[in-house]
């Protein structure tokens, strides 16, 4: 029924991580200092007073907008009135709370409009990608320069209000549409990645963002490697911040022992607010002068019970970092590692064909292959016998994830799921208006509908401008 693959989940995820960290990305065969996790701040997402009226068309007619098209285009806004490109960008900004860099940025990325003559008129007609699908005609209903721009700021408001009910969640791991794995570390980028989910769209839109509105004085970008002419410490710039390197096997464990390292004034490091020290990559496995062995997760140091326990995992002995005692004091102690599955695996009984979520010593049963789907779609089975599952305990089942949406065969009501709750849609237009796609809606039976308590219906009000969710009895 299902493919087998043996101990393939956390395998896979941990060579992974490992080919991650001395593979850094490369986008179109450039070292870049592009972070998949961190595209731009908070702040600078909702900085809506960075440029004025004036300053958008003074953009668009005499800067990178010089050589495209949008200087002296107008359109009909949402009011029916005929405005400015100029306008109507820096309107939906004002309106929403949003940056006016953020609608510029994604025109280019989306439709080259900034700096280029449109080939076809179908570009101003989707100028912002807004409601255009992969593999799936446009919404037509949002067709139109103005409406596009409109509906962007807004989109991106509601995710900003709204961030639990989207896929892609700060602090959350989870793969793009483009196979690659991404943990956004603030809200603008899962808002970004929840708004185009795919690395490399988002690195067109990072590059563009930096070329445009990077900030003029900072001397040392994301992912410099600095120190001081008289001082062995190693810094990482990242997110404005100097992050240290304490120990030389924590350095080792990211870079090569050639990696370039600048030298750099303590008047310029001192520009640098210090952030959090740098520490060894999530999964990394850390063998103690005792020569006991731990996995990192997620901050925390996890004693491997048995050698026994690291060849069930998978673990090969040459993925062991040596440490020293003082590296592992700063890392707090997390539970001990006794069964091969510490961080969740899918097993299949090889006889019955019936999968359960295995976590630690908790067997979670999955009863419907909507749910595998839904919760797991890049995850392989491992088949097991029976008197492996019977080493588990038998814990709660498994319920779709946030974001899903589902329909009861044969009927019309579609919902979504919201902290294991399903949220009646309130209609087309809603579920269209949100960015929702058709395709998407897994049906099933009345027993899986039912595992998740009704919750509050999803509506929005009819004025476009306002949106709210609210109870609807």
Same mark, same amino acid.
């Given at each position: 029924?299902?493919?087998?693959?043996?101990?393939?989940? #956390?395998?896979?995820?941990?060579?992974?991580?490992?080919?991650?960290?001395?593979?850094?990305?490369?986008?179109? /065969?450039?070292?870049?200092?592009?972070? $998949?996790?961190?595209?731009?701040?908070?702040?600078?997402?909702?900085?809506?007073?960075?440029?004025?009226?004036?300053?958008? *068309?003074?953009?668009?007619?005499?800067?990178?907008?010089?050589?495209?098209?949008?200087?002296?285009?107008?359109?009909?806004?949402?009011?029916?009135?005929?405005?400015?490109?100029?306008?109507?960008?820096?309107?939906?900004?004002?309106?929403?709370?949003?940056?006016?860099?953020?609608?510029?940025?994604?025109?280019?990325?989306?439709?080259?409009?900034?700096?280029?003559?449109?080939?076809?008129?179908?570009?101003?007609?989707?100028?912002?990608?807004?409601?255009?699908?992969?593999?799936?005609?446009?919404?037509?209903?949002?067709?139109?320069?103005?409406?596009?721009?409109?509906?962007?700021?807004?989109?991106?408001?509601?995710?900003?209000?709204?961030?639990? *009910?989207?896929?892609?969640?700060?602090?959350?791991?989870?793969?793009?549409?483009?196979?690659?794995?991404?943990?956004? %570390?603030?809200?603008?980028?899962?808002?970004?990645?929840?708004?185009?989910?795919?690395?490399?769209?988002?690195?067109?839109?990072?590059?563009?963002?930096?070329?445009? #509105?990077?900030?003029?004085?900072?001397?040392?970008?994301?992912?410099?490697?600095?120190?001081?002419?008289?001082?062995?410490?190693?810094?990482?710039? *990242?997110?404005?911040?100097?992050?240290?390197?304490?120990?030389?096997?924590?350095?080792?464990?990211?870079?090569?022992?050639?990696?370039?390292?600048?030298?750099?004034?303590?008047?310029?490091?001192?520009?640098?607010?210090? /952030?959090?020290?740098?520490?060894?990559?999530?999964?990394?496995?850390?063998? %103690?002068?005792?020569?006991?062995?731990?996995?990192?997760?997620?901050?925390?140091?996890?004693?491997?019970?048995?050698?026994?326990?690291?060849? *069930?995992?998978?673990?090969?002995?040459?993925?062991?970092?040596? =440490?020293?005692?003082?590296?592992?004091?700063?890392?707090?102690?997390?539970?001990?590692?006794?069964?091969?599955?510490?961080?969740?695996?899918?097993?299949?009984?090889?006889?019955?064909?019936?999968?359960?979520? =295995?976590?630690?010593?908790?067997?979670?049963?999955?009863?419907?292959?909507?749910?595998?789907?839904?919760?797991?779609?890049?995850?392989?089975?491992?088949?097991?016998? %029976?008197?492996?599952?019977?080493?588990?305990?038998?814990?709660?089942?498994?319920?779709?994830?946030?974001?899903?949406?589902?329909?009861?065969?044969?009927?019309?009501?579609?919902?979504?799921?919201?902290?294991?709750?399903?949220?009646?849609?309130? %209609?087309?237009?809603?579920? $269209?208006?949100?960015?929702?796609?058709?395709?998407?809606?897994?049906? =099933?039976?009345?027993?899986?509908?039912?595992?998740?308590?009704?919750?509050?219906?999803?509506?929005?009000?009819?004025?476009?401008?306002?949106?709210?969710?609210?109870?609807?009895?």
């Amino acid at each position: 029924m299902f493919k087998k693959s043996k101990k393939a989940i #956390f395998c896979l995820f941990f060579c992974l991580s490992i080919i991650y960290i001395f593979f850094p990305i490369s986008i179109q /065969g450039e070292e870049s200092n592009f972070d $998949e996790d961190y595209i731009i701040s908070d702040t600078q997402l909702i900085d809506y007073q960075t440029m004025s009226l004036s300053d958008v *068309q003074y953009f668009l007619e005499f800067g990178p907008g010089k050589t495209g098209s949008l200087a002296n285009y107008t359109a009909v806004d949402i009011s029916g009135q005929e405005k400015t490109a100029a306008e109507i960008i820096y309107q939906a900004s004002q309106q929403y709370y949003v940056n006016p860099y953020l609608i510029l940025v994604t025109l280019e990325k989306e439709q080259s409009l900034i700096t280029r003559y449109p080939q076809k008129s179908t570009q101003y007609d989707w100028a912002t990608g807004f409601a255009c699908y992969d593999n799936r005609r446009p919404i037509e209903k949002f067709r139109g320069f103005a409406q596009q721009v409109n509906r962007t700021a807004w989109r991106f408001r509601y995710y900003l209000e709204h961030s639990w *009910q989207f896929k892609y969640q700060a602090g959350e791991s989870d793969r793009t549409l483009d196979y690659q794995w991404i943990t956004p %570390s603030n809200l603008a980028t899962a808002c970004l990645y929840n708004y185009t989910p795919h690395v490399k769209s988002n690195f067109l839109f990072w590059n563009i963002w930096q070329r445009w #509105f990077s900030e003029p004085n900072t001397e040392y970008v994301d992912g410099s490697l600095v120190k001081l002419a008289n001082d062995q410490g190693v810094w990482l710039i *990242q997110h404005n911040h100097r992050h240290a390197f304490r120990s030389r096997a924590v350095f080792l464990s990211r870079y090569y022992e050639n990696k370039e390292v600048k030298i750099i004034s303590a008047r310029q490091l001192n520009n640098f607010p210090i /952030g959090a020290d740098m520490t060894f990559p999530n999964y990394s496995l850390l063998q %103690s002068p005792q020569k006991e062995i731990y996995l990192l997760a997620n901050g925390k140091r996890q004693l491997i019970a048995s050698l026994t326990i690291f060849r *069930q995992i998978g673990f090969h002995p040459e993925e062991i970092i040596p =440490v020293s005692q003082q590296d592992l004091i700063n890392l707090p102690i997390g539970e001990t590692i006794t069964t091969p599955y510490p961080n969740g695996a899918l097993l299949q009984n090889n006889i019955t064909g019936a999968v359960w979520y =295995v976590k630690k010593e908790v067997k979670h049963p999955i009863i419907d292959r909507s749910i595998l789907l839904a919760n797991f779609p890049y995850d392989s089975l491992t088949q097991v016998a %029976s008197s492996e599952l019977d080493n588990f305990f038998v814990g709660s089942t498994v319920k779709f994830v946030n974001g899903t949406l589902i329909k009861q065969i044969g009927c019309p009501s579609v919902f979504v799921i919201e902290q294991e709750k399903r949220r009646p849609i309130l %209609s087309a237009e809603v579920f $269209e208006t949100l960015g929702y796609q058709w395709e998407n809606i897994y049906s =099933v039976n009345a027993d899986v509908l039912t595992l998740h308590p009704l919750g509050k219906i999803l509506k929005f009000s009819p004025n476009p401008d306002l949106v709210e969710i609210a109870i609807n009895n």
